[in-house]
């Protein structure tokens, strides 16, 4: 993962990172969003962009981003649904590794809502794939945000994957 903060990182380096945040702002914090969005863009082939993001509510935050390069996906359904696939996935492995870790070292992180952010919202064609994405993000048991709420996914991700 790479972070504009912190250079490239490997995913250890990423969860002391992150931990490390909320644990040094966590008493002044009103709480915390771990977010994981994806967005793409197609050239040649299609940039997809992930991104992983520790909002520290009313604070600011910092973000860690993966850079995928797949064969161009031109139908807009299929390469939404592998956006989601690839939040999805990141964000399982995260929340197991900063378990894994916290448990470690003894640290709670009761106060951190995990959520995964996609990029589709009620204007536009992406519309009519609001049920059934939302549906599918909150199956695997994650909170969901659409536009205009998605930042990590319709701001962050966008803007790397141009």
Known sequence: MISPTYGNC???QMINIIT???RSNHKTSQGFNLIVG?????YSDTKMVVVIA???IGHGGIFFYDIIRLKRINNIRQKL?????????????LISQVED??????????????CIHVDIGKKGKTNKLIPELVAWVKACGYDCKIKPDSFAASSIADKISK
Request: one cysteine or more; a negative charge.
């Open 81 to 93: 649904f592998y956006e989601t696939s690839l939040s999805l996935k990141y964000a399982d492995k």
């Open 54 to 56: 520790v909002q520290n």
């Open 10 to 12: 490997n995913d250890q």
């Open 38 to 42: 994806t967005d793409s863009q197609n």
């Open 101 to 114: 870790y916290c448990n470690r070292i003894q640290f709670n992180f009761d106060n951190v809502n995990f």
């Open 20 to 22: 490390n945040y909320i």
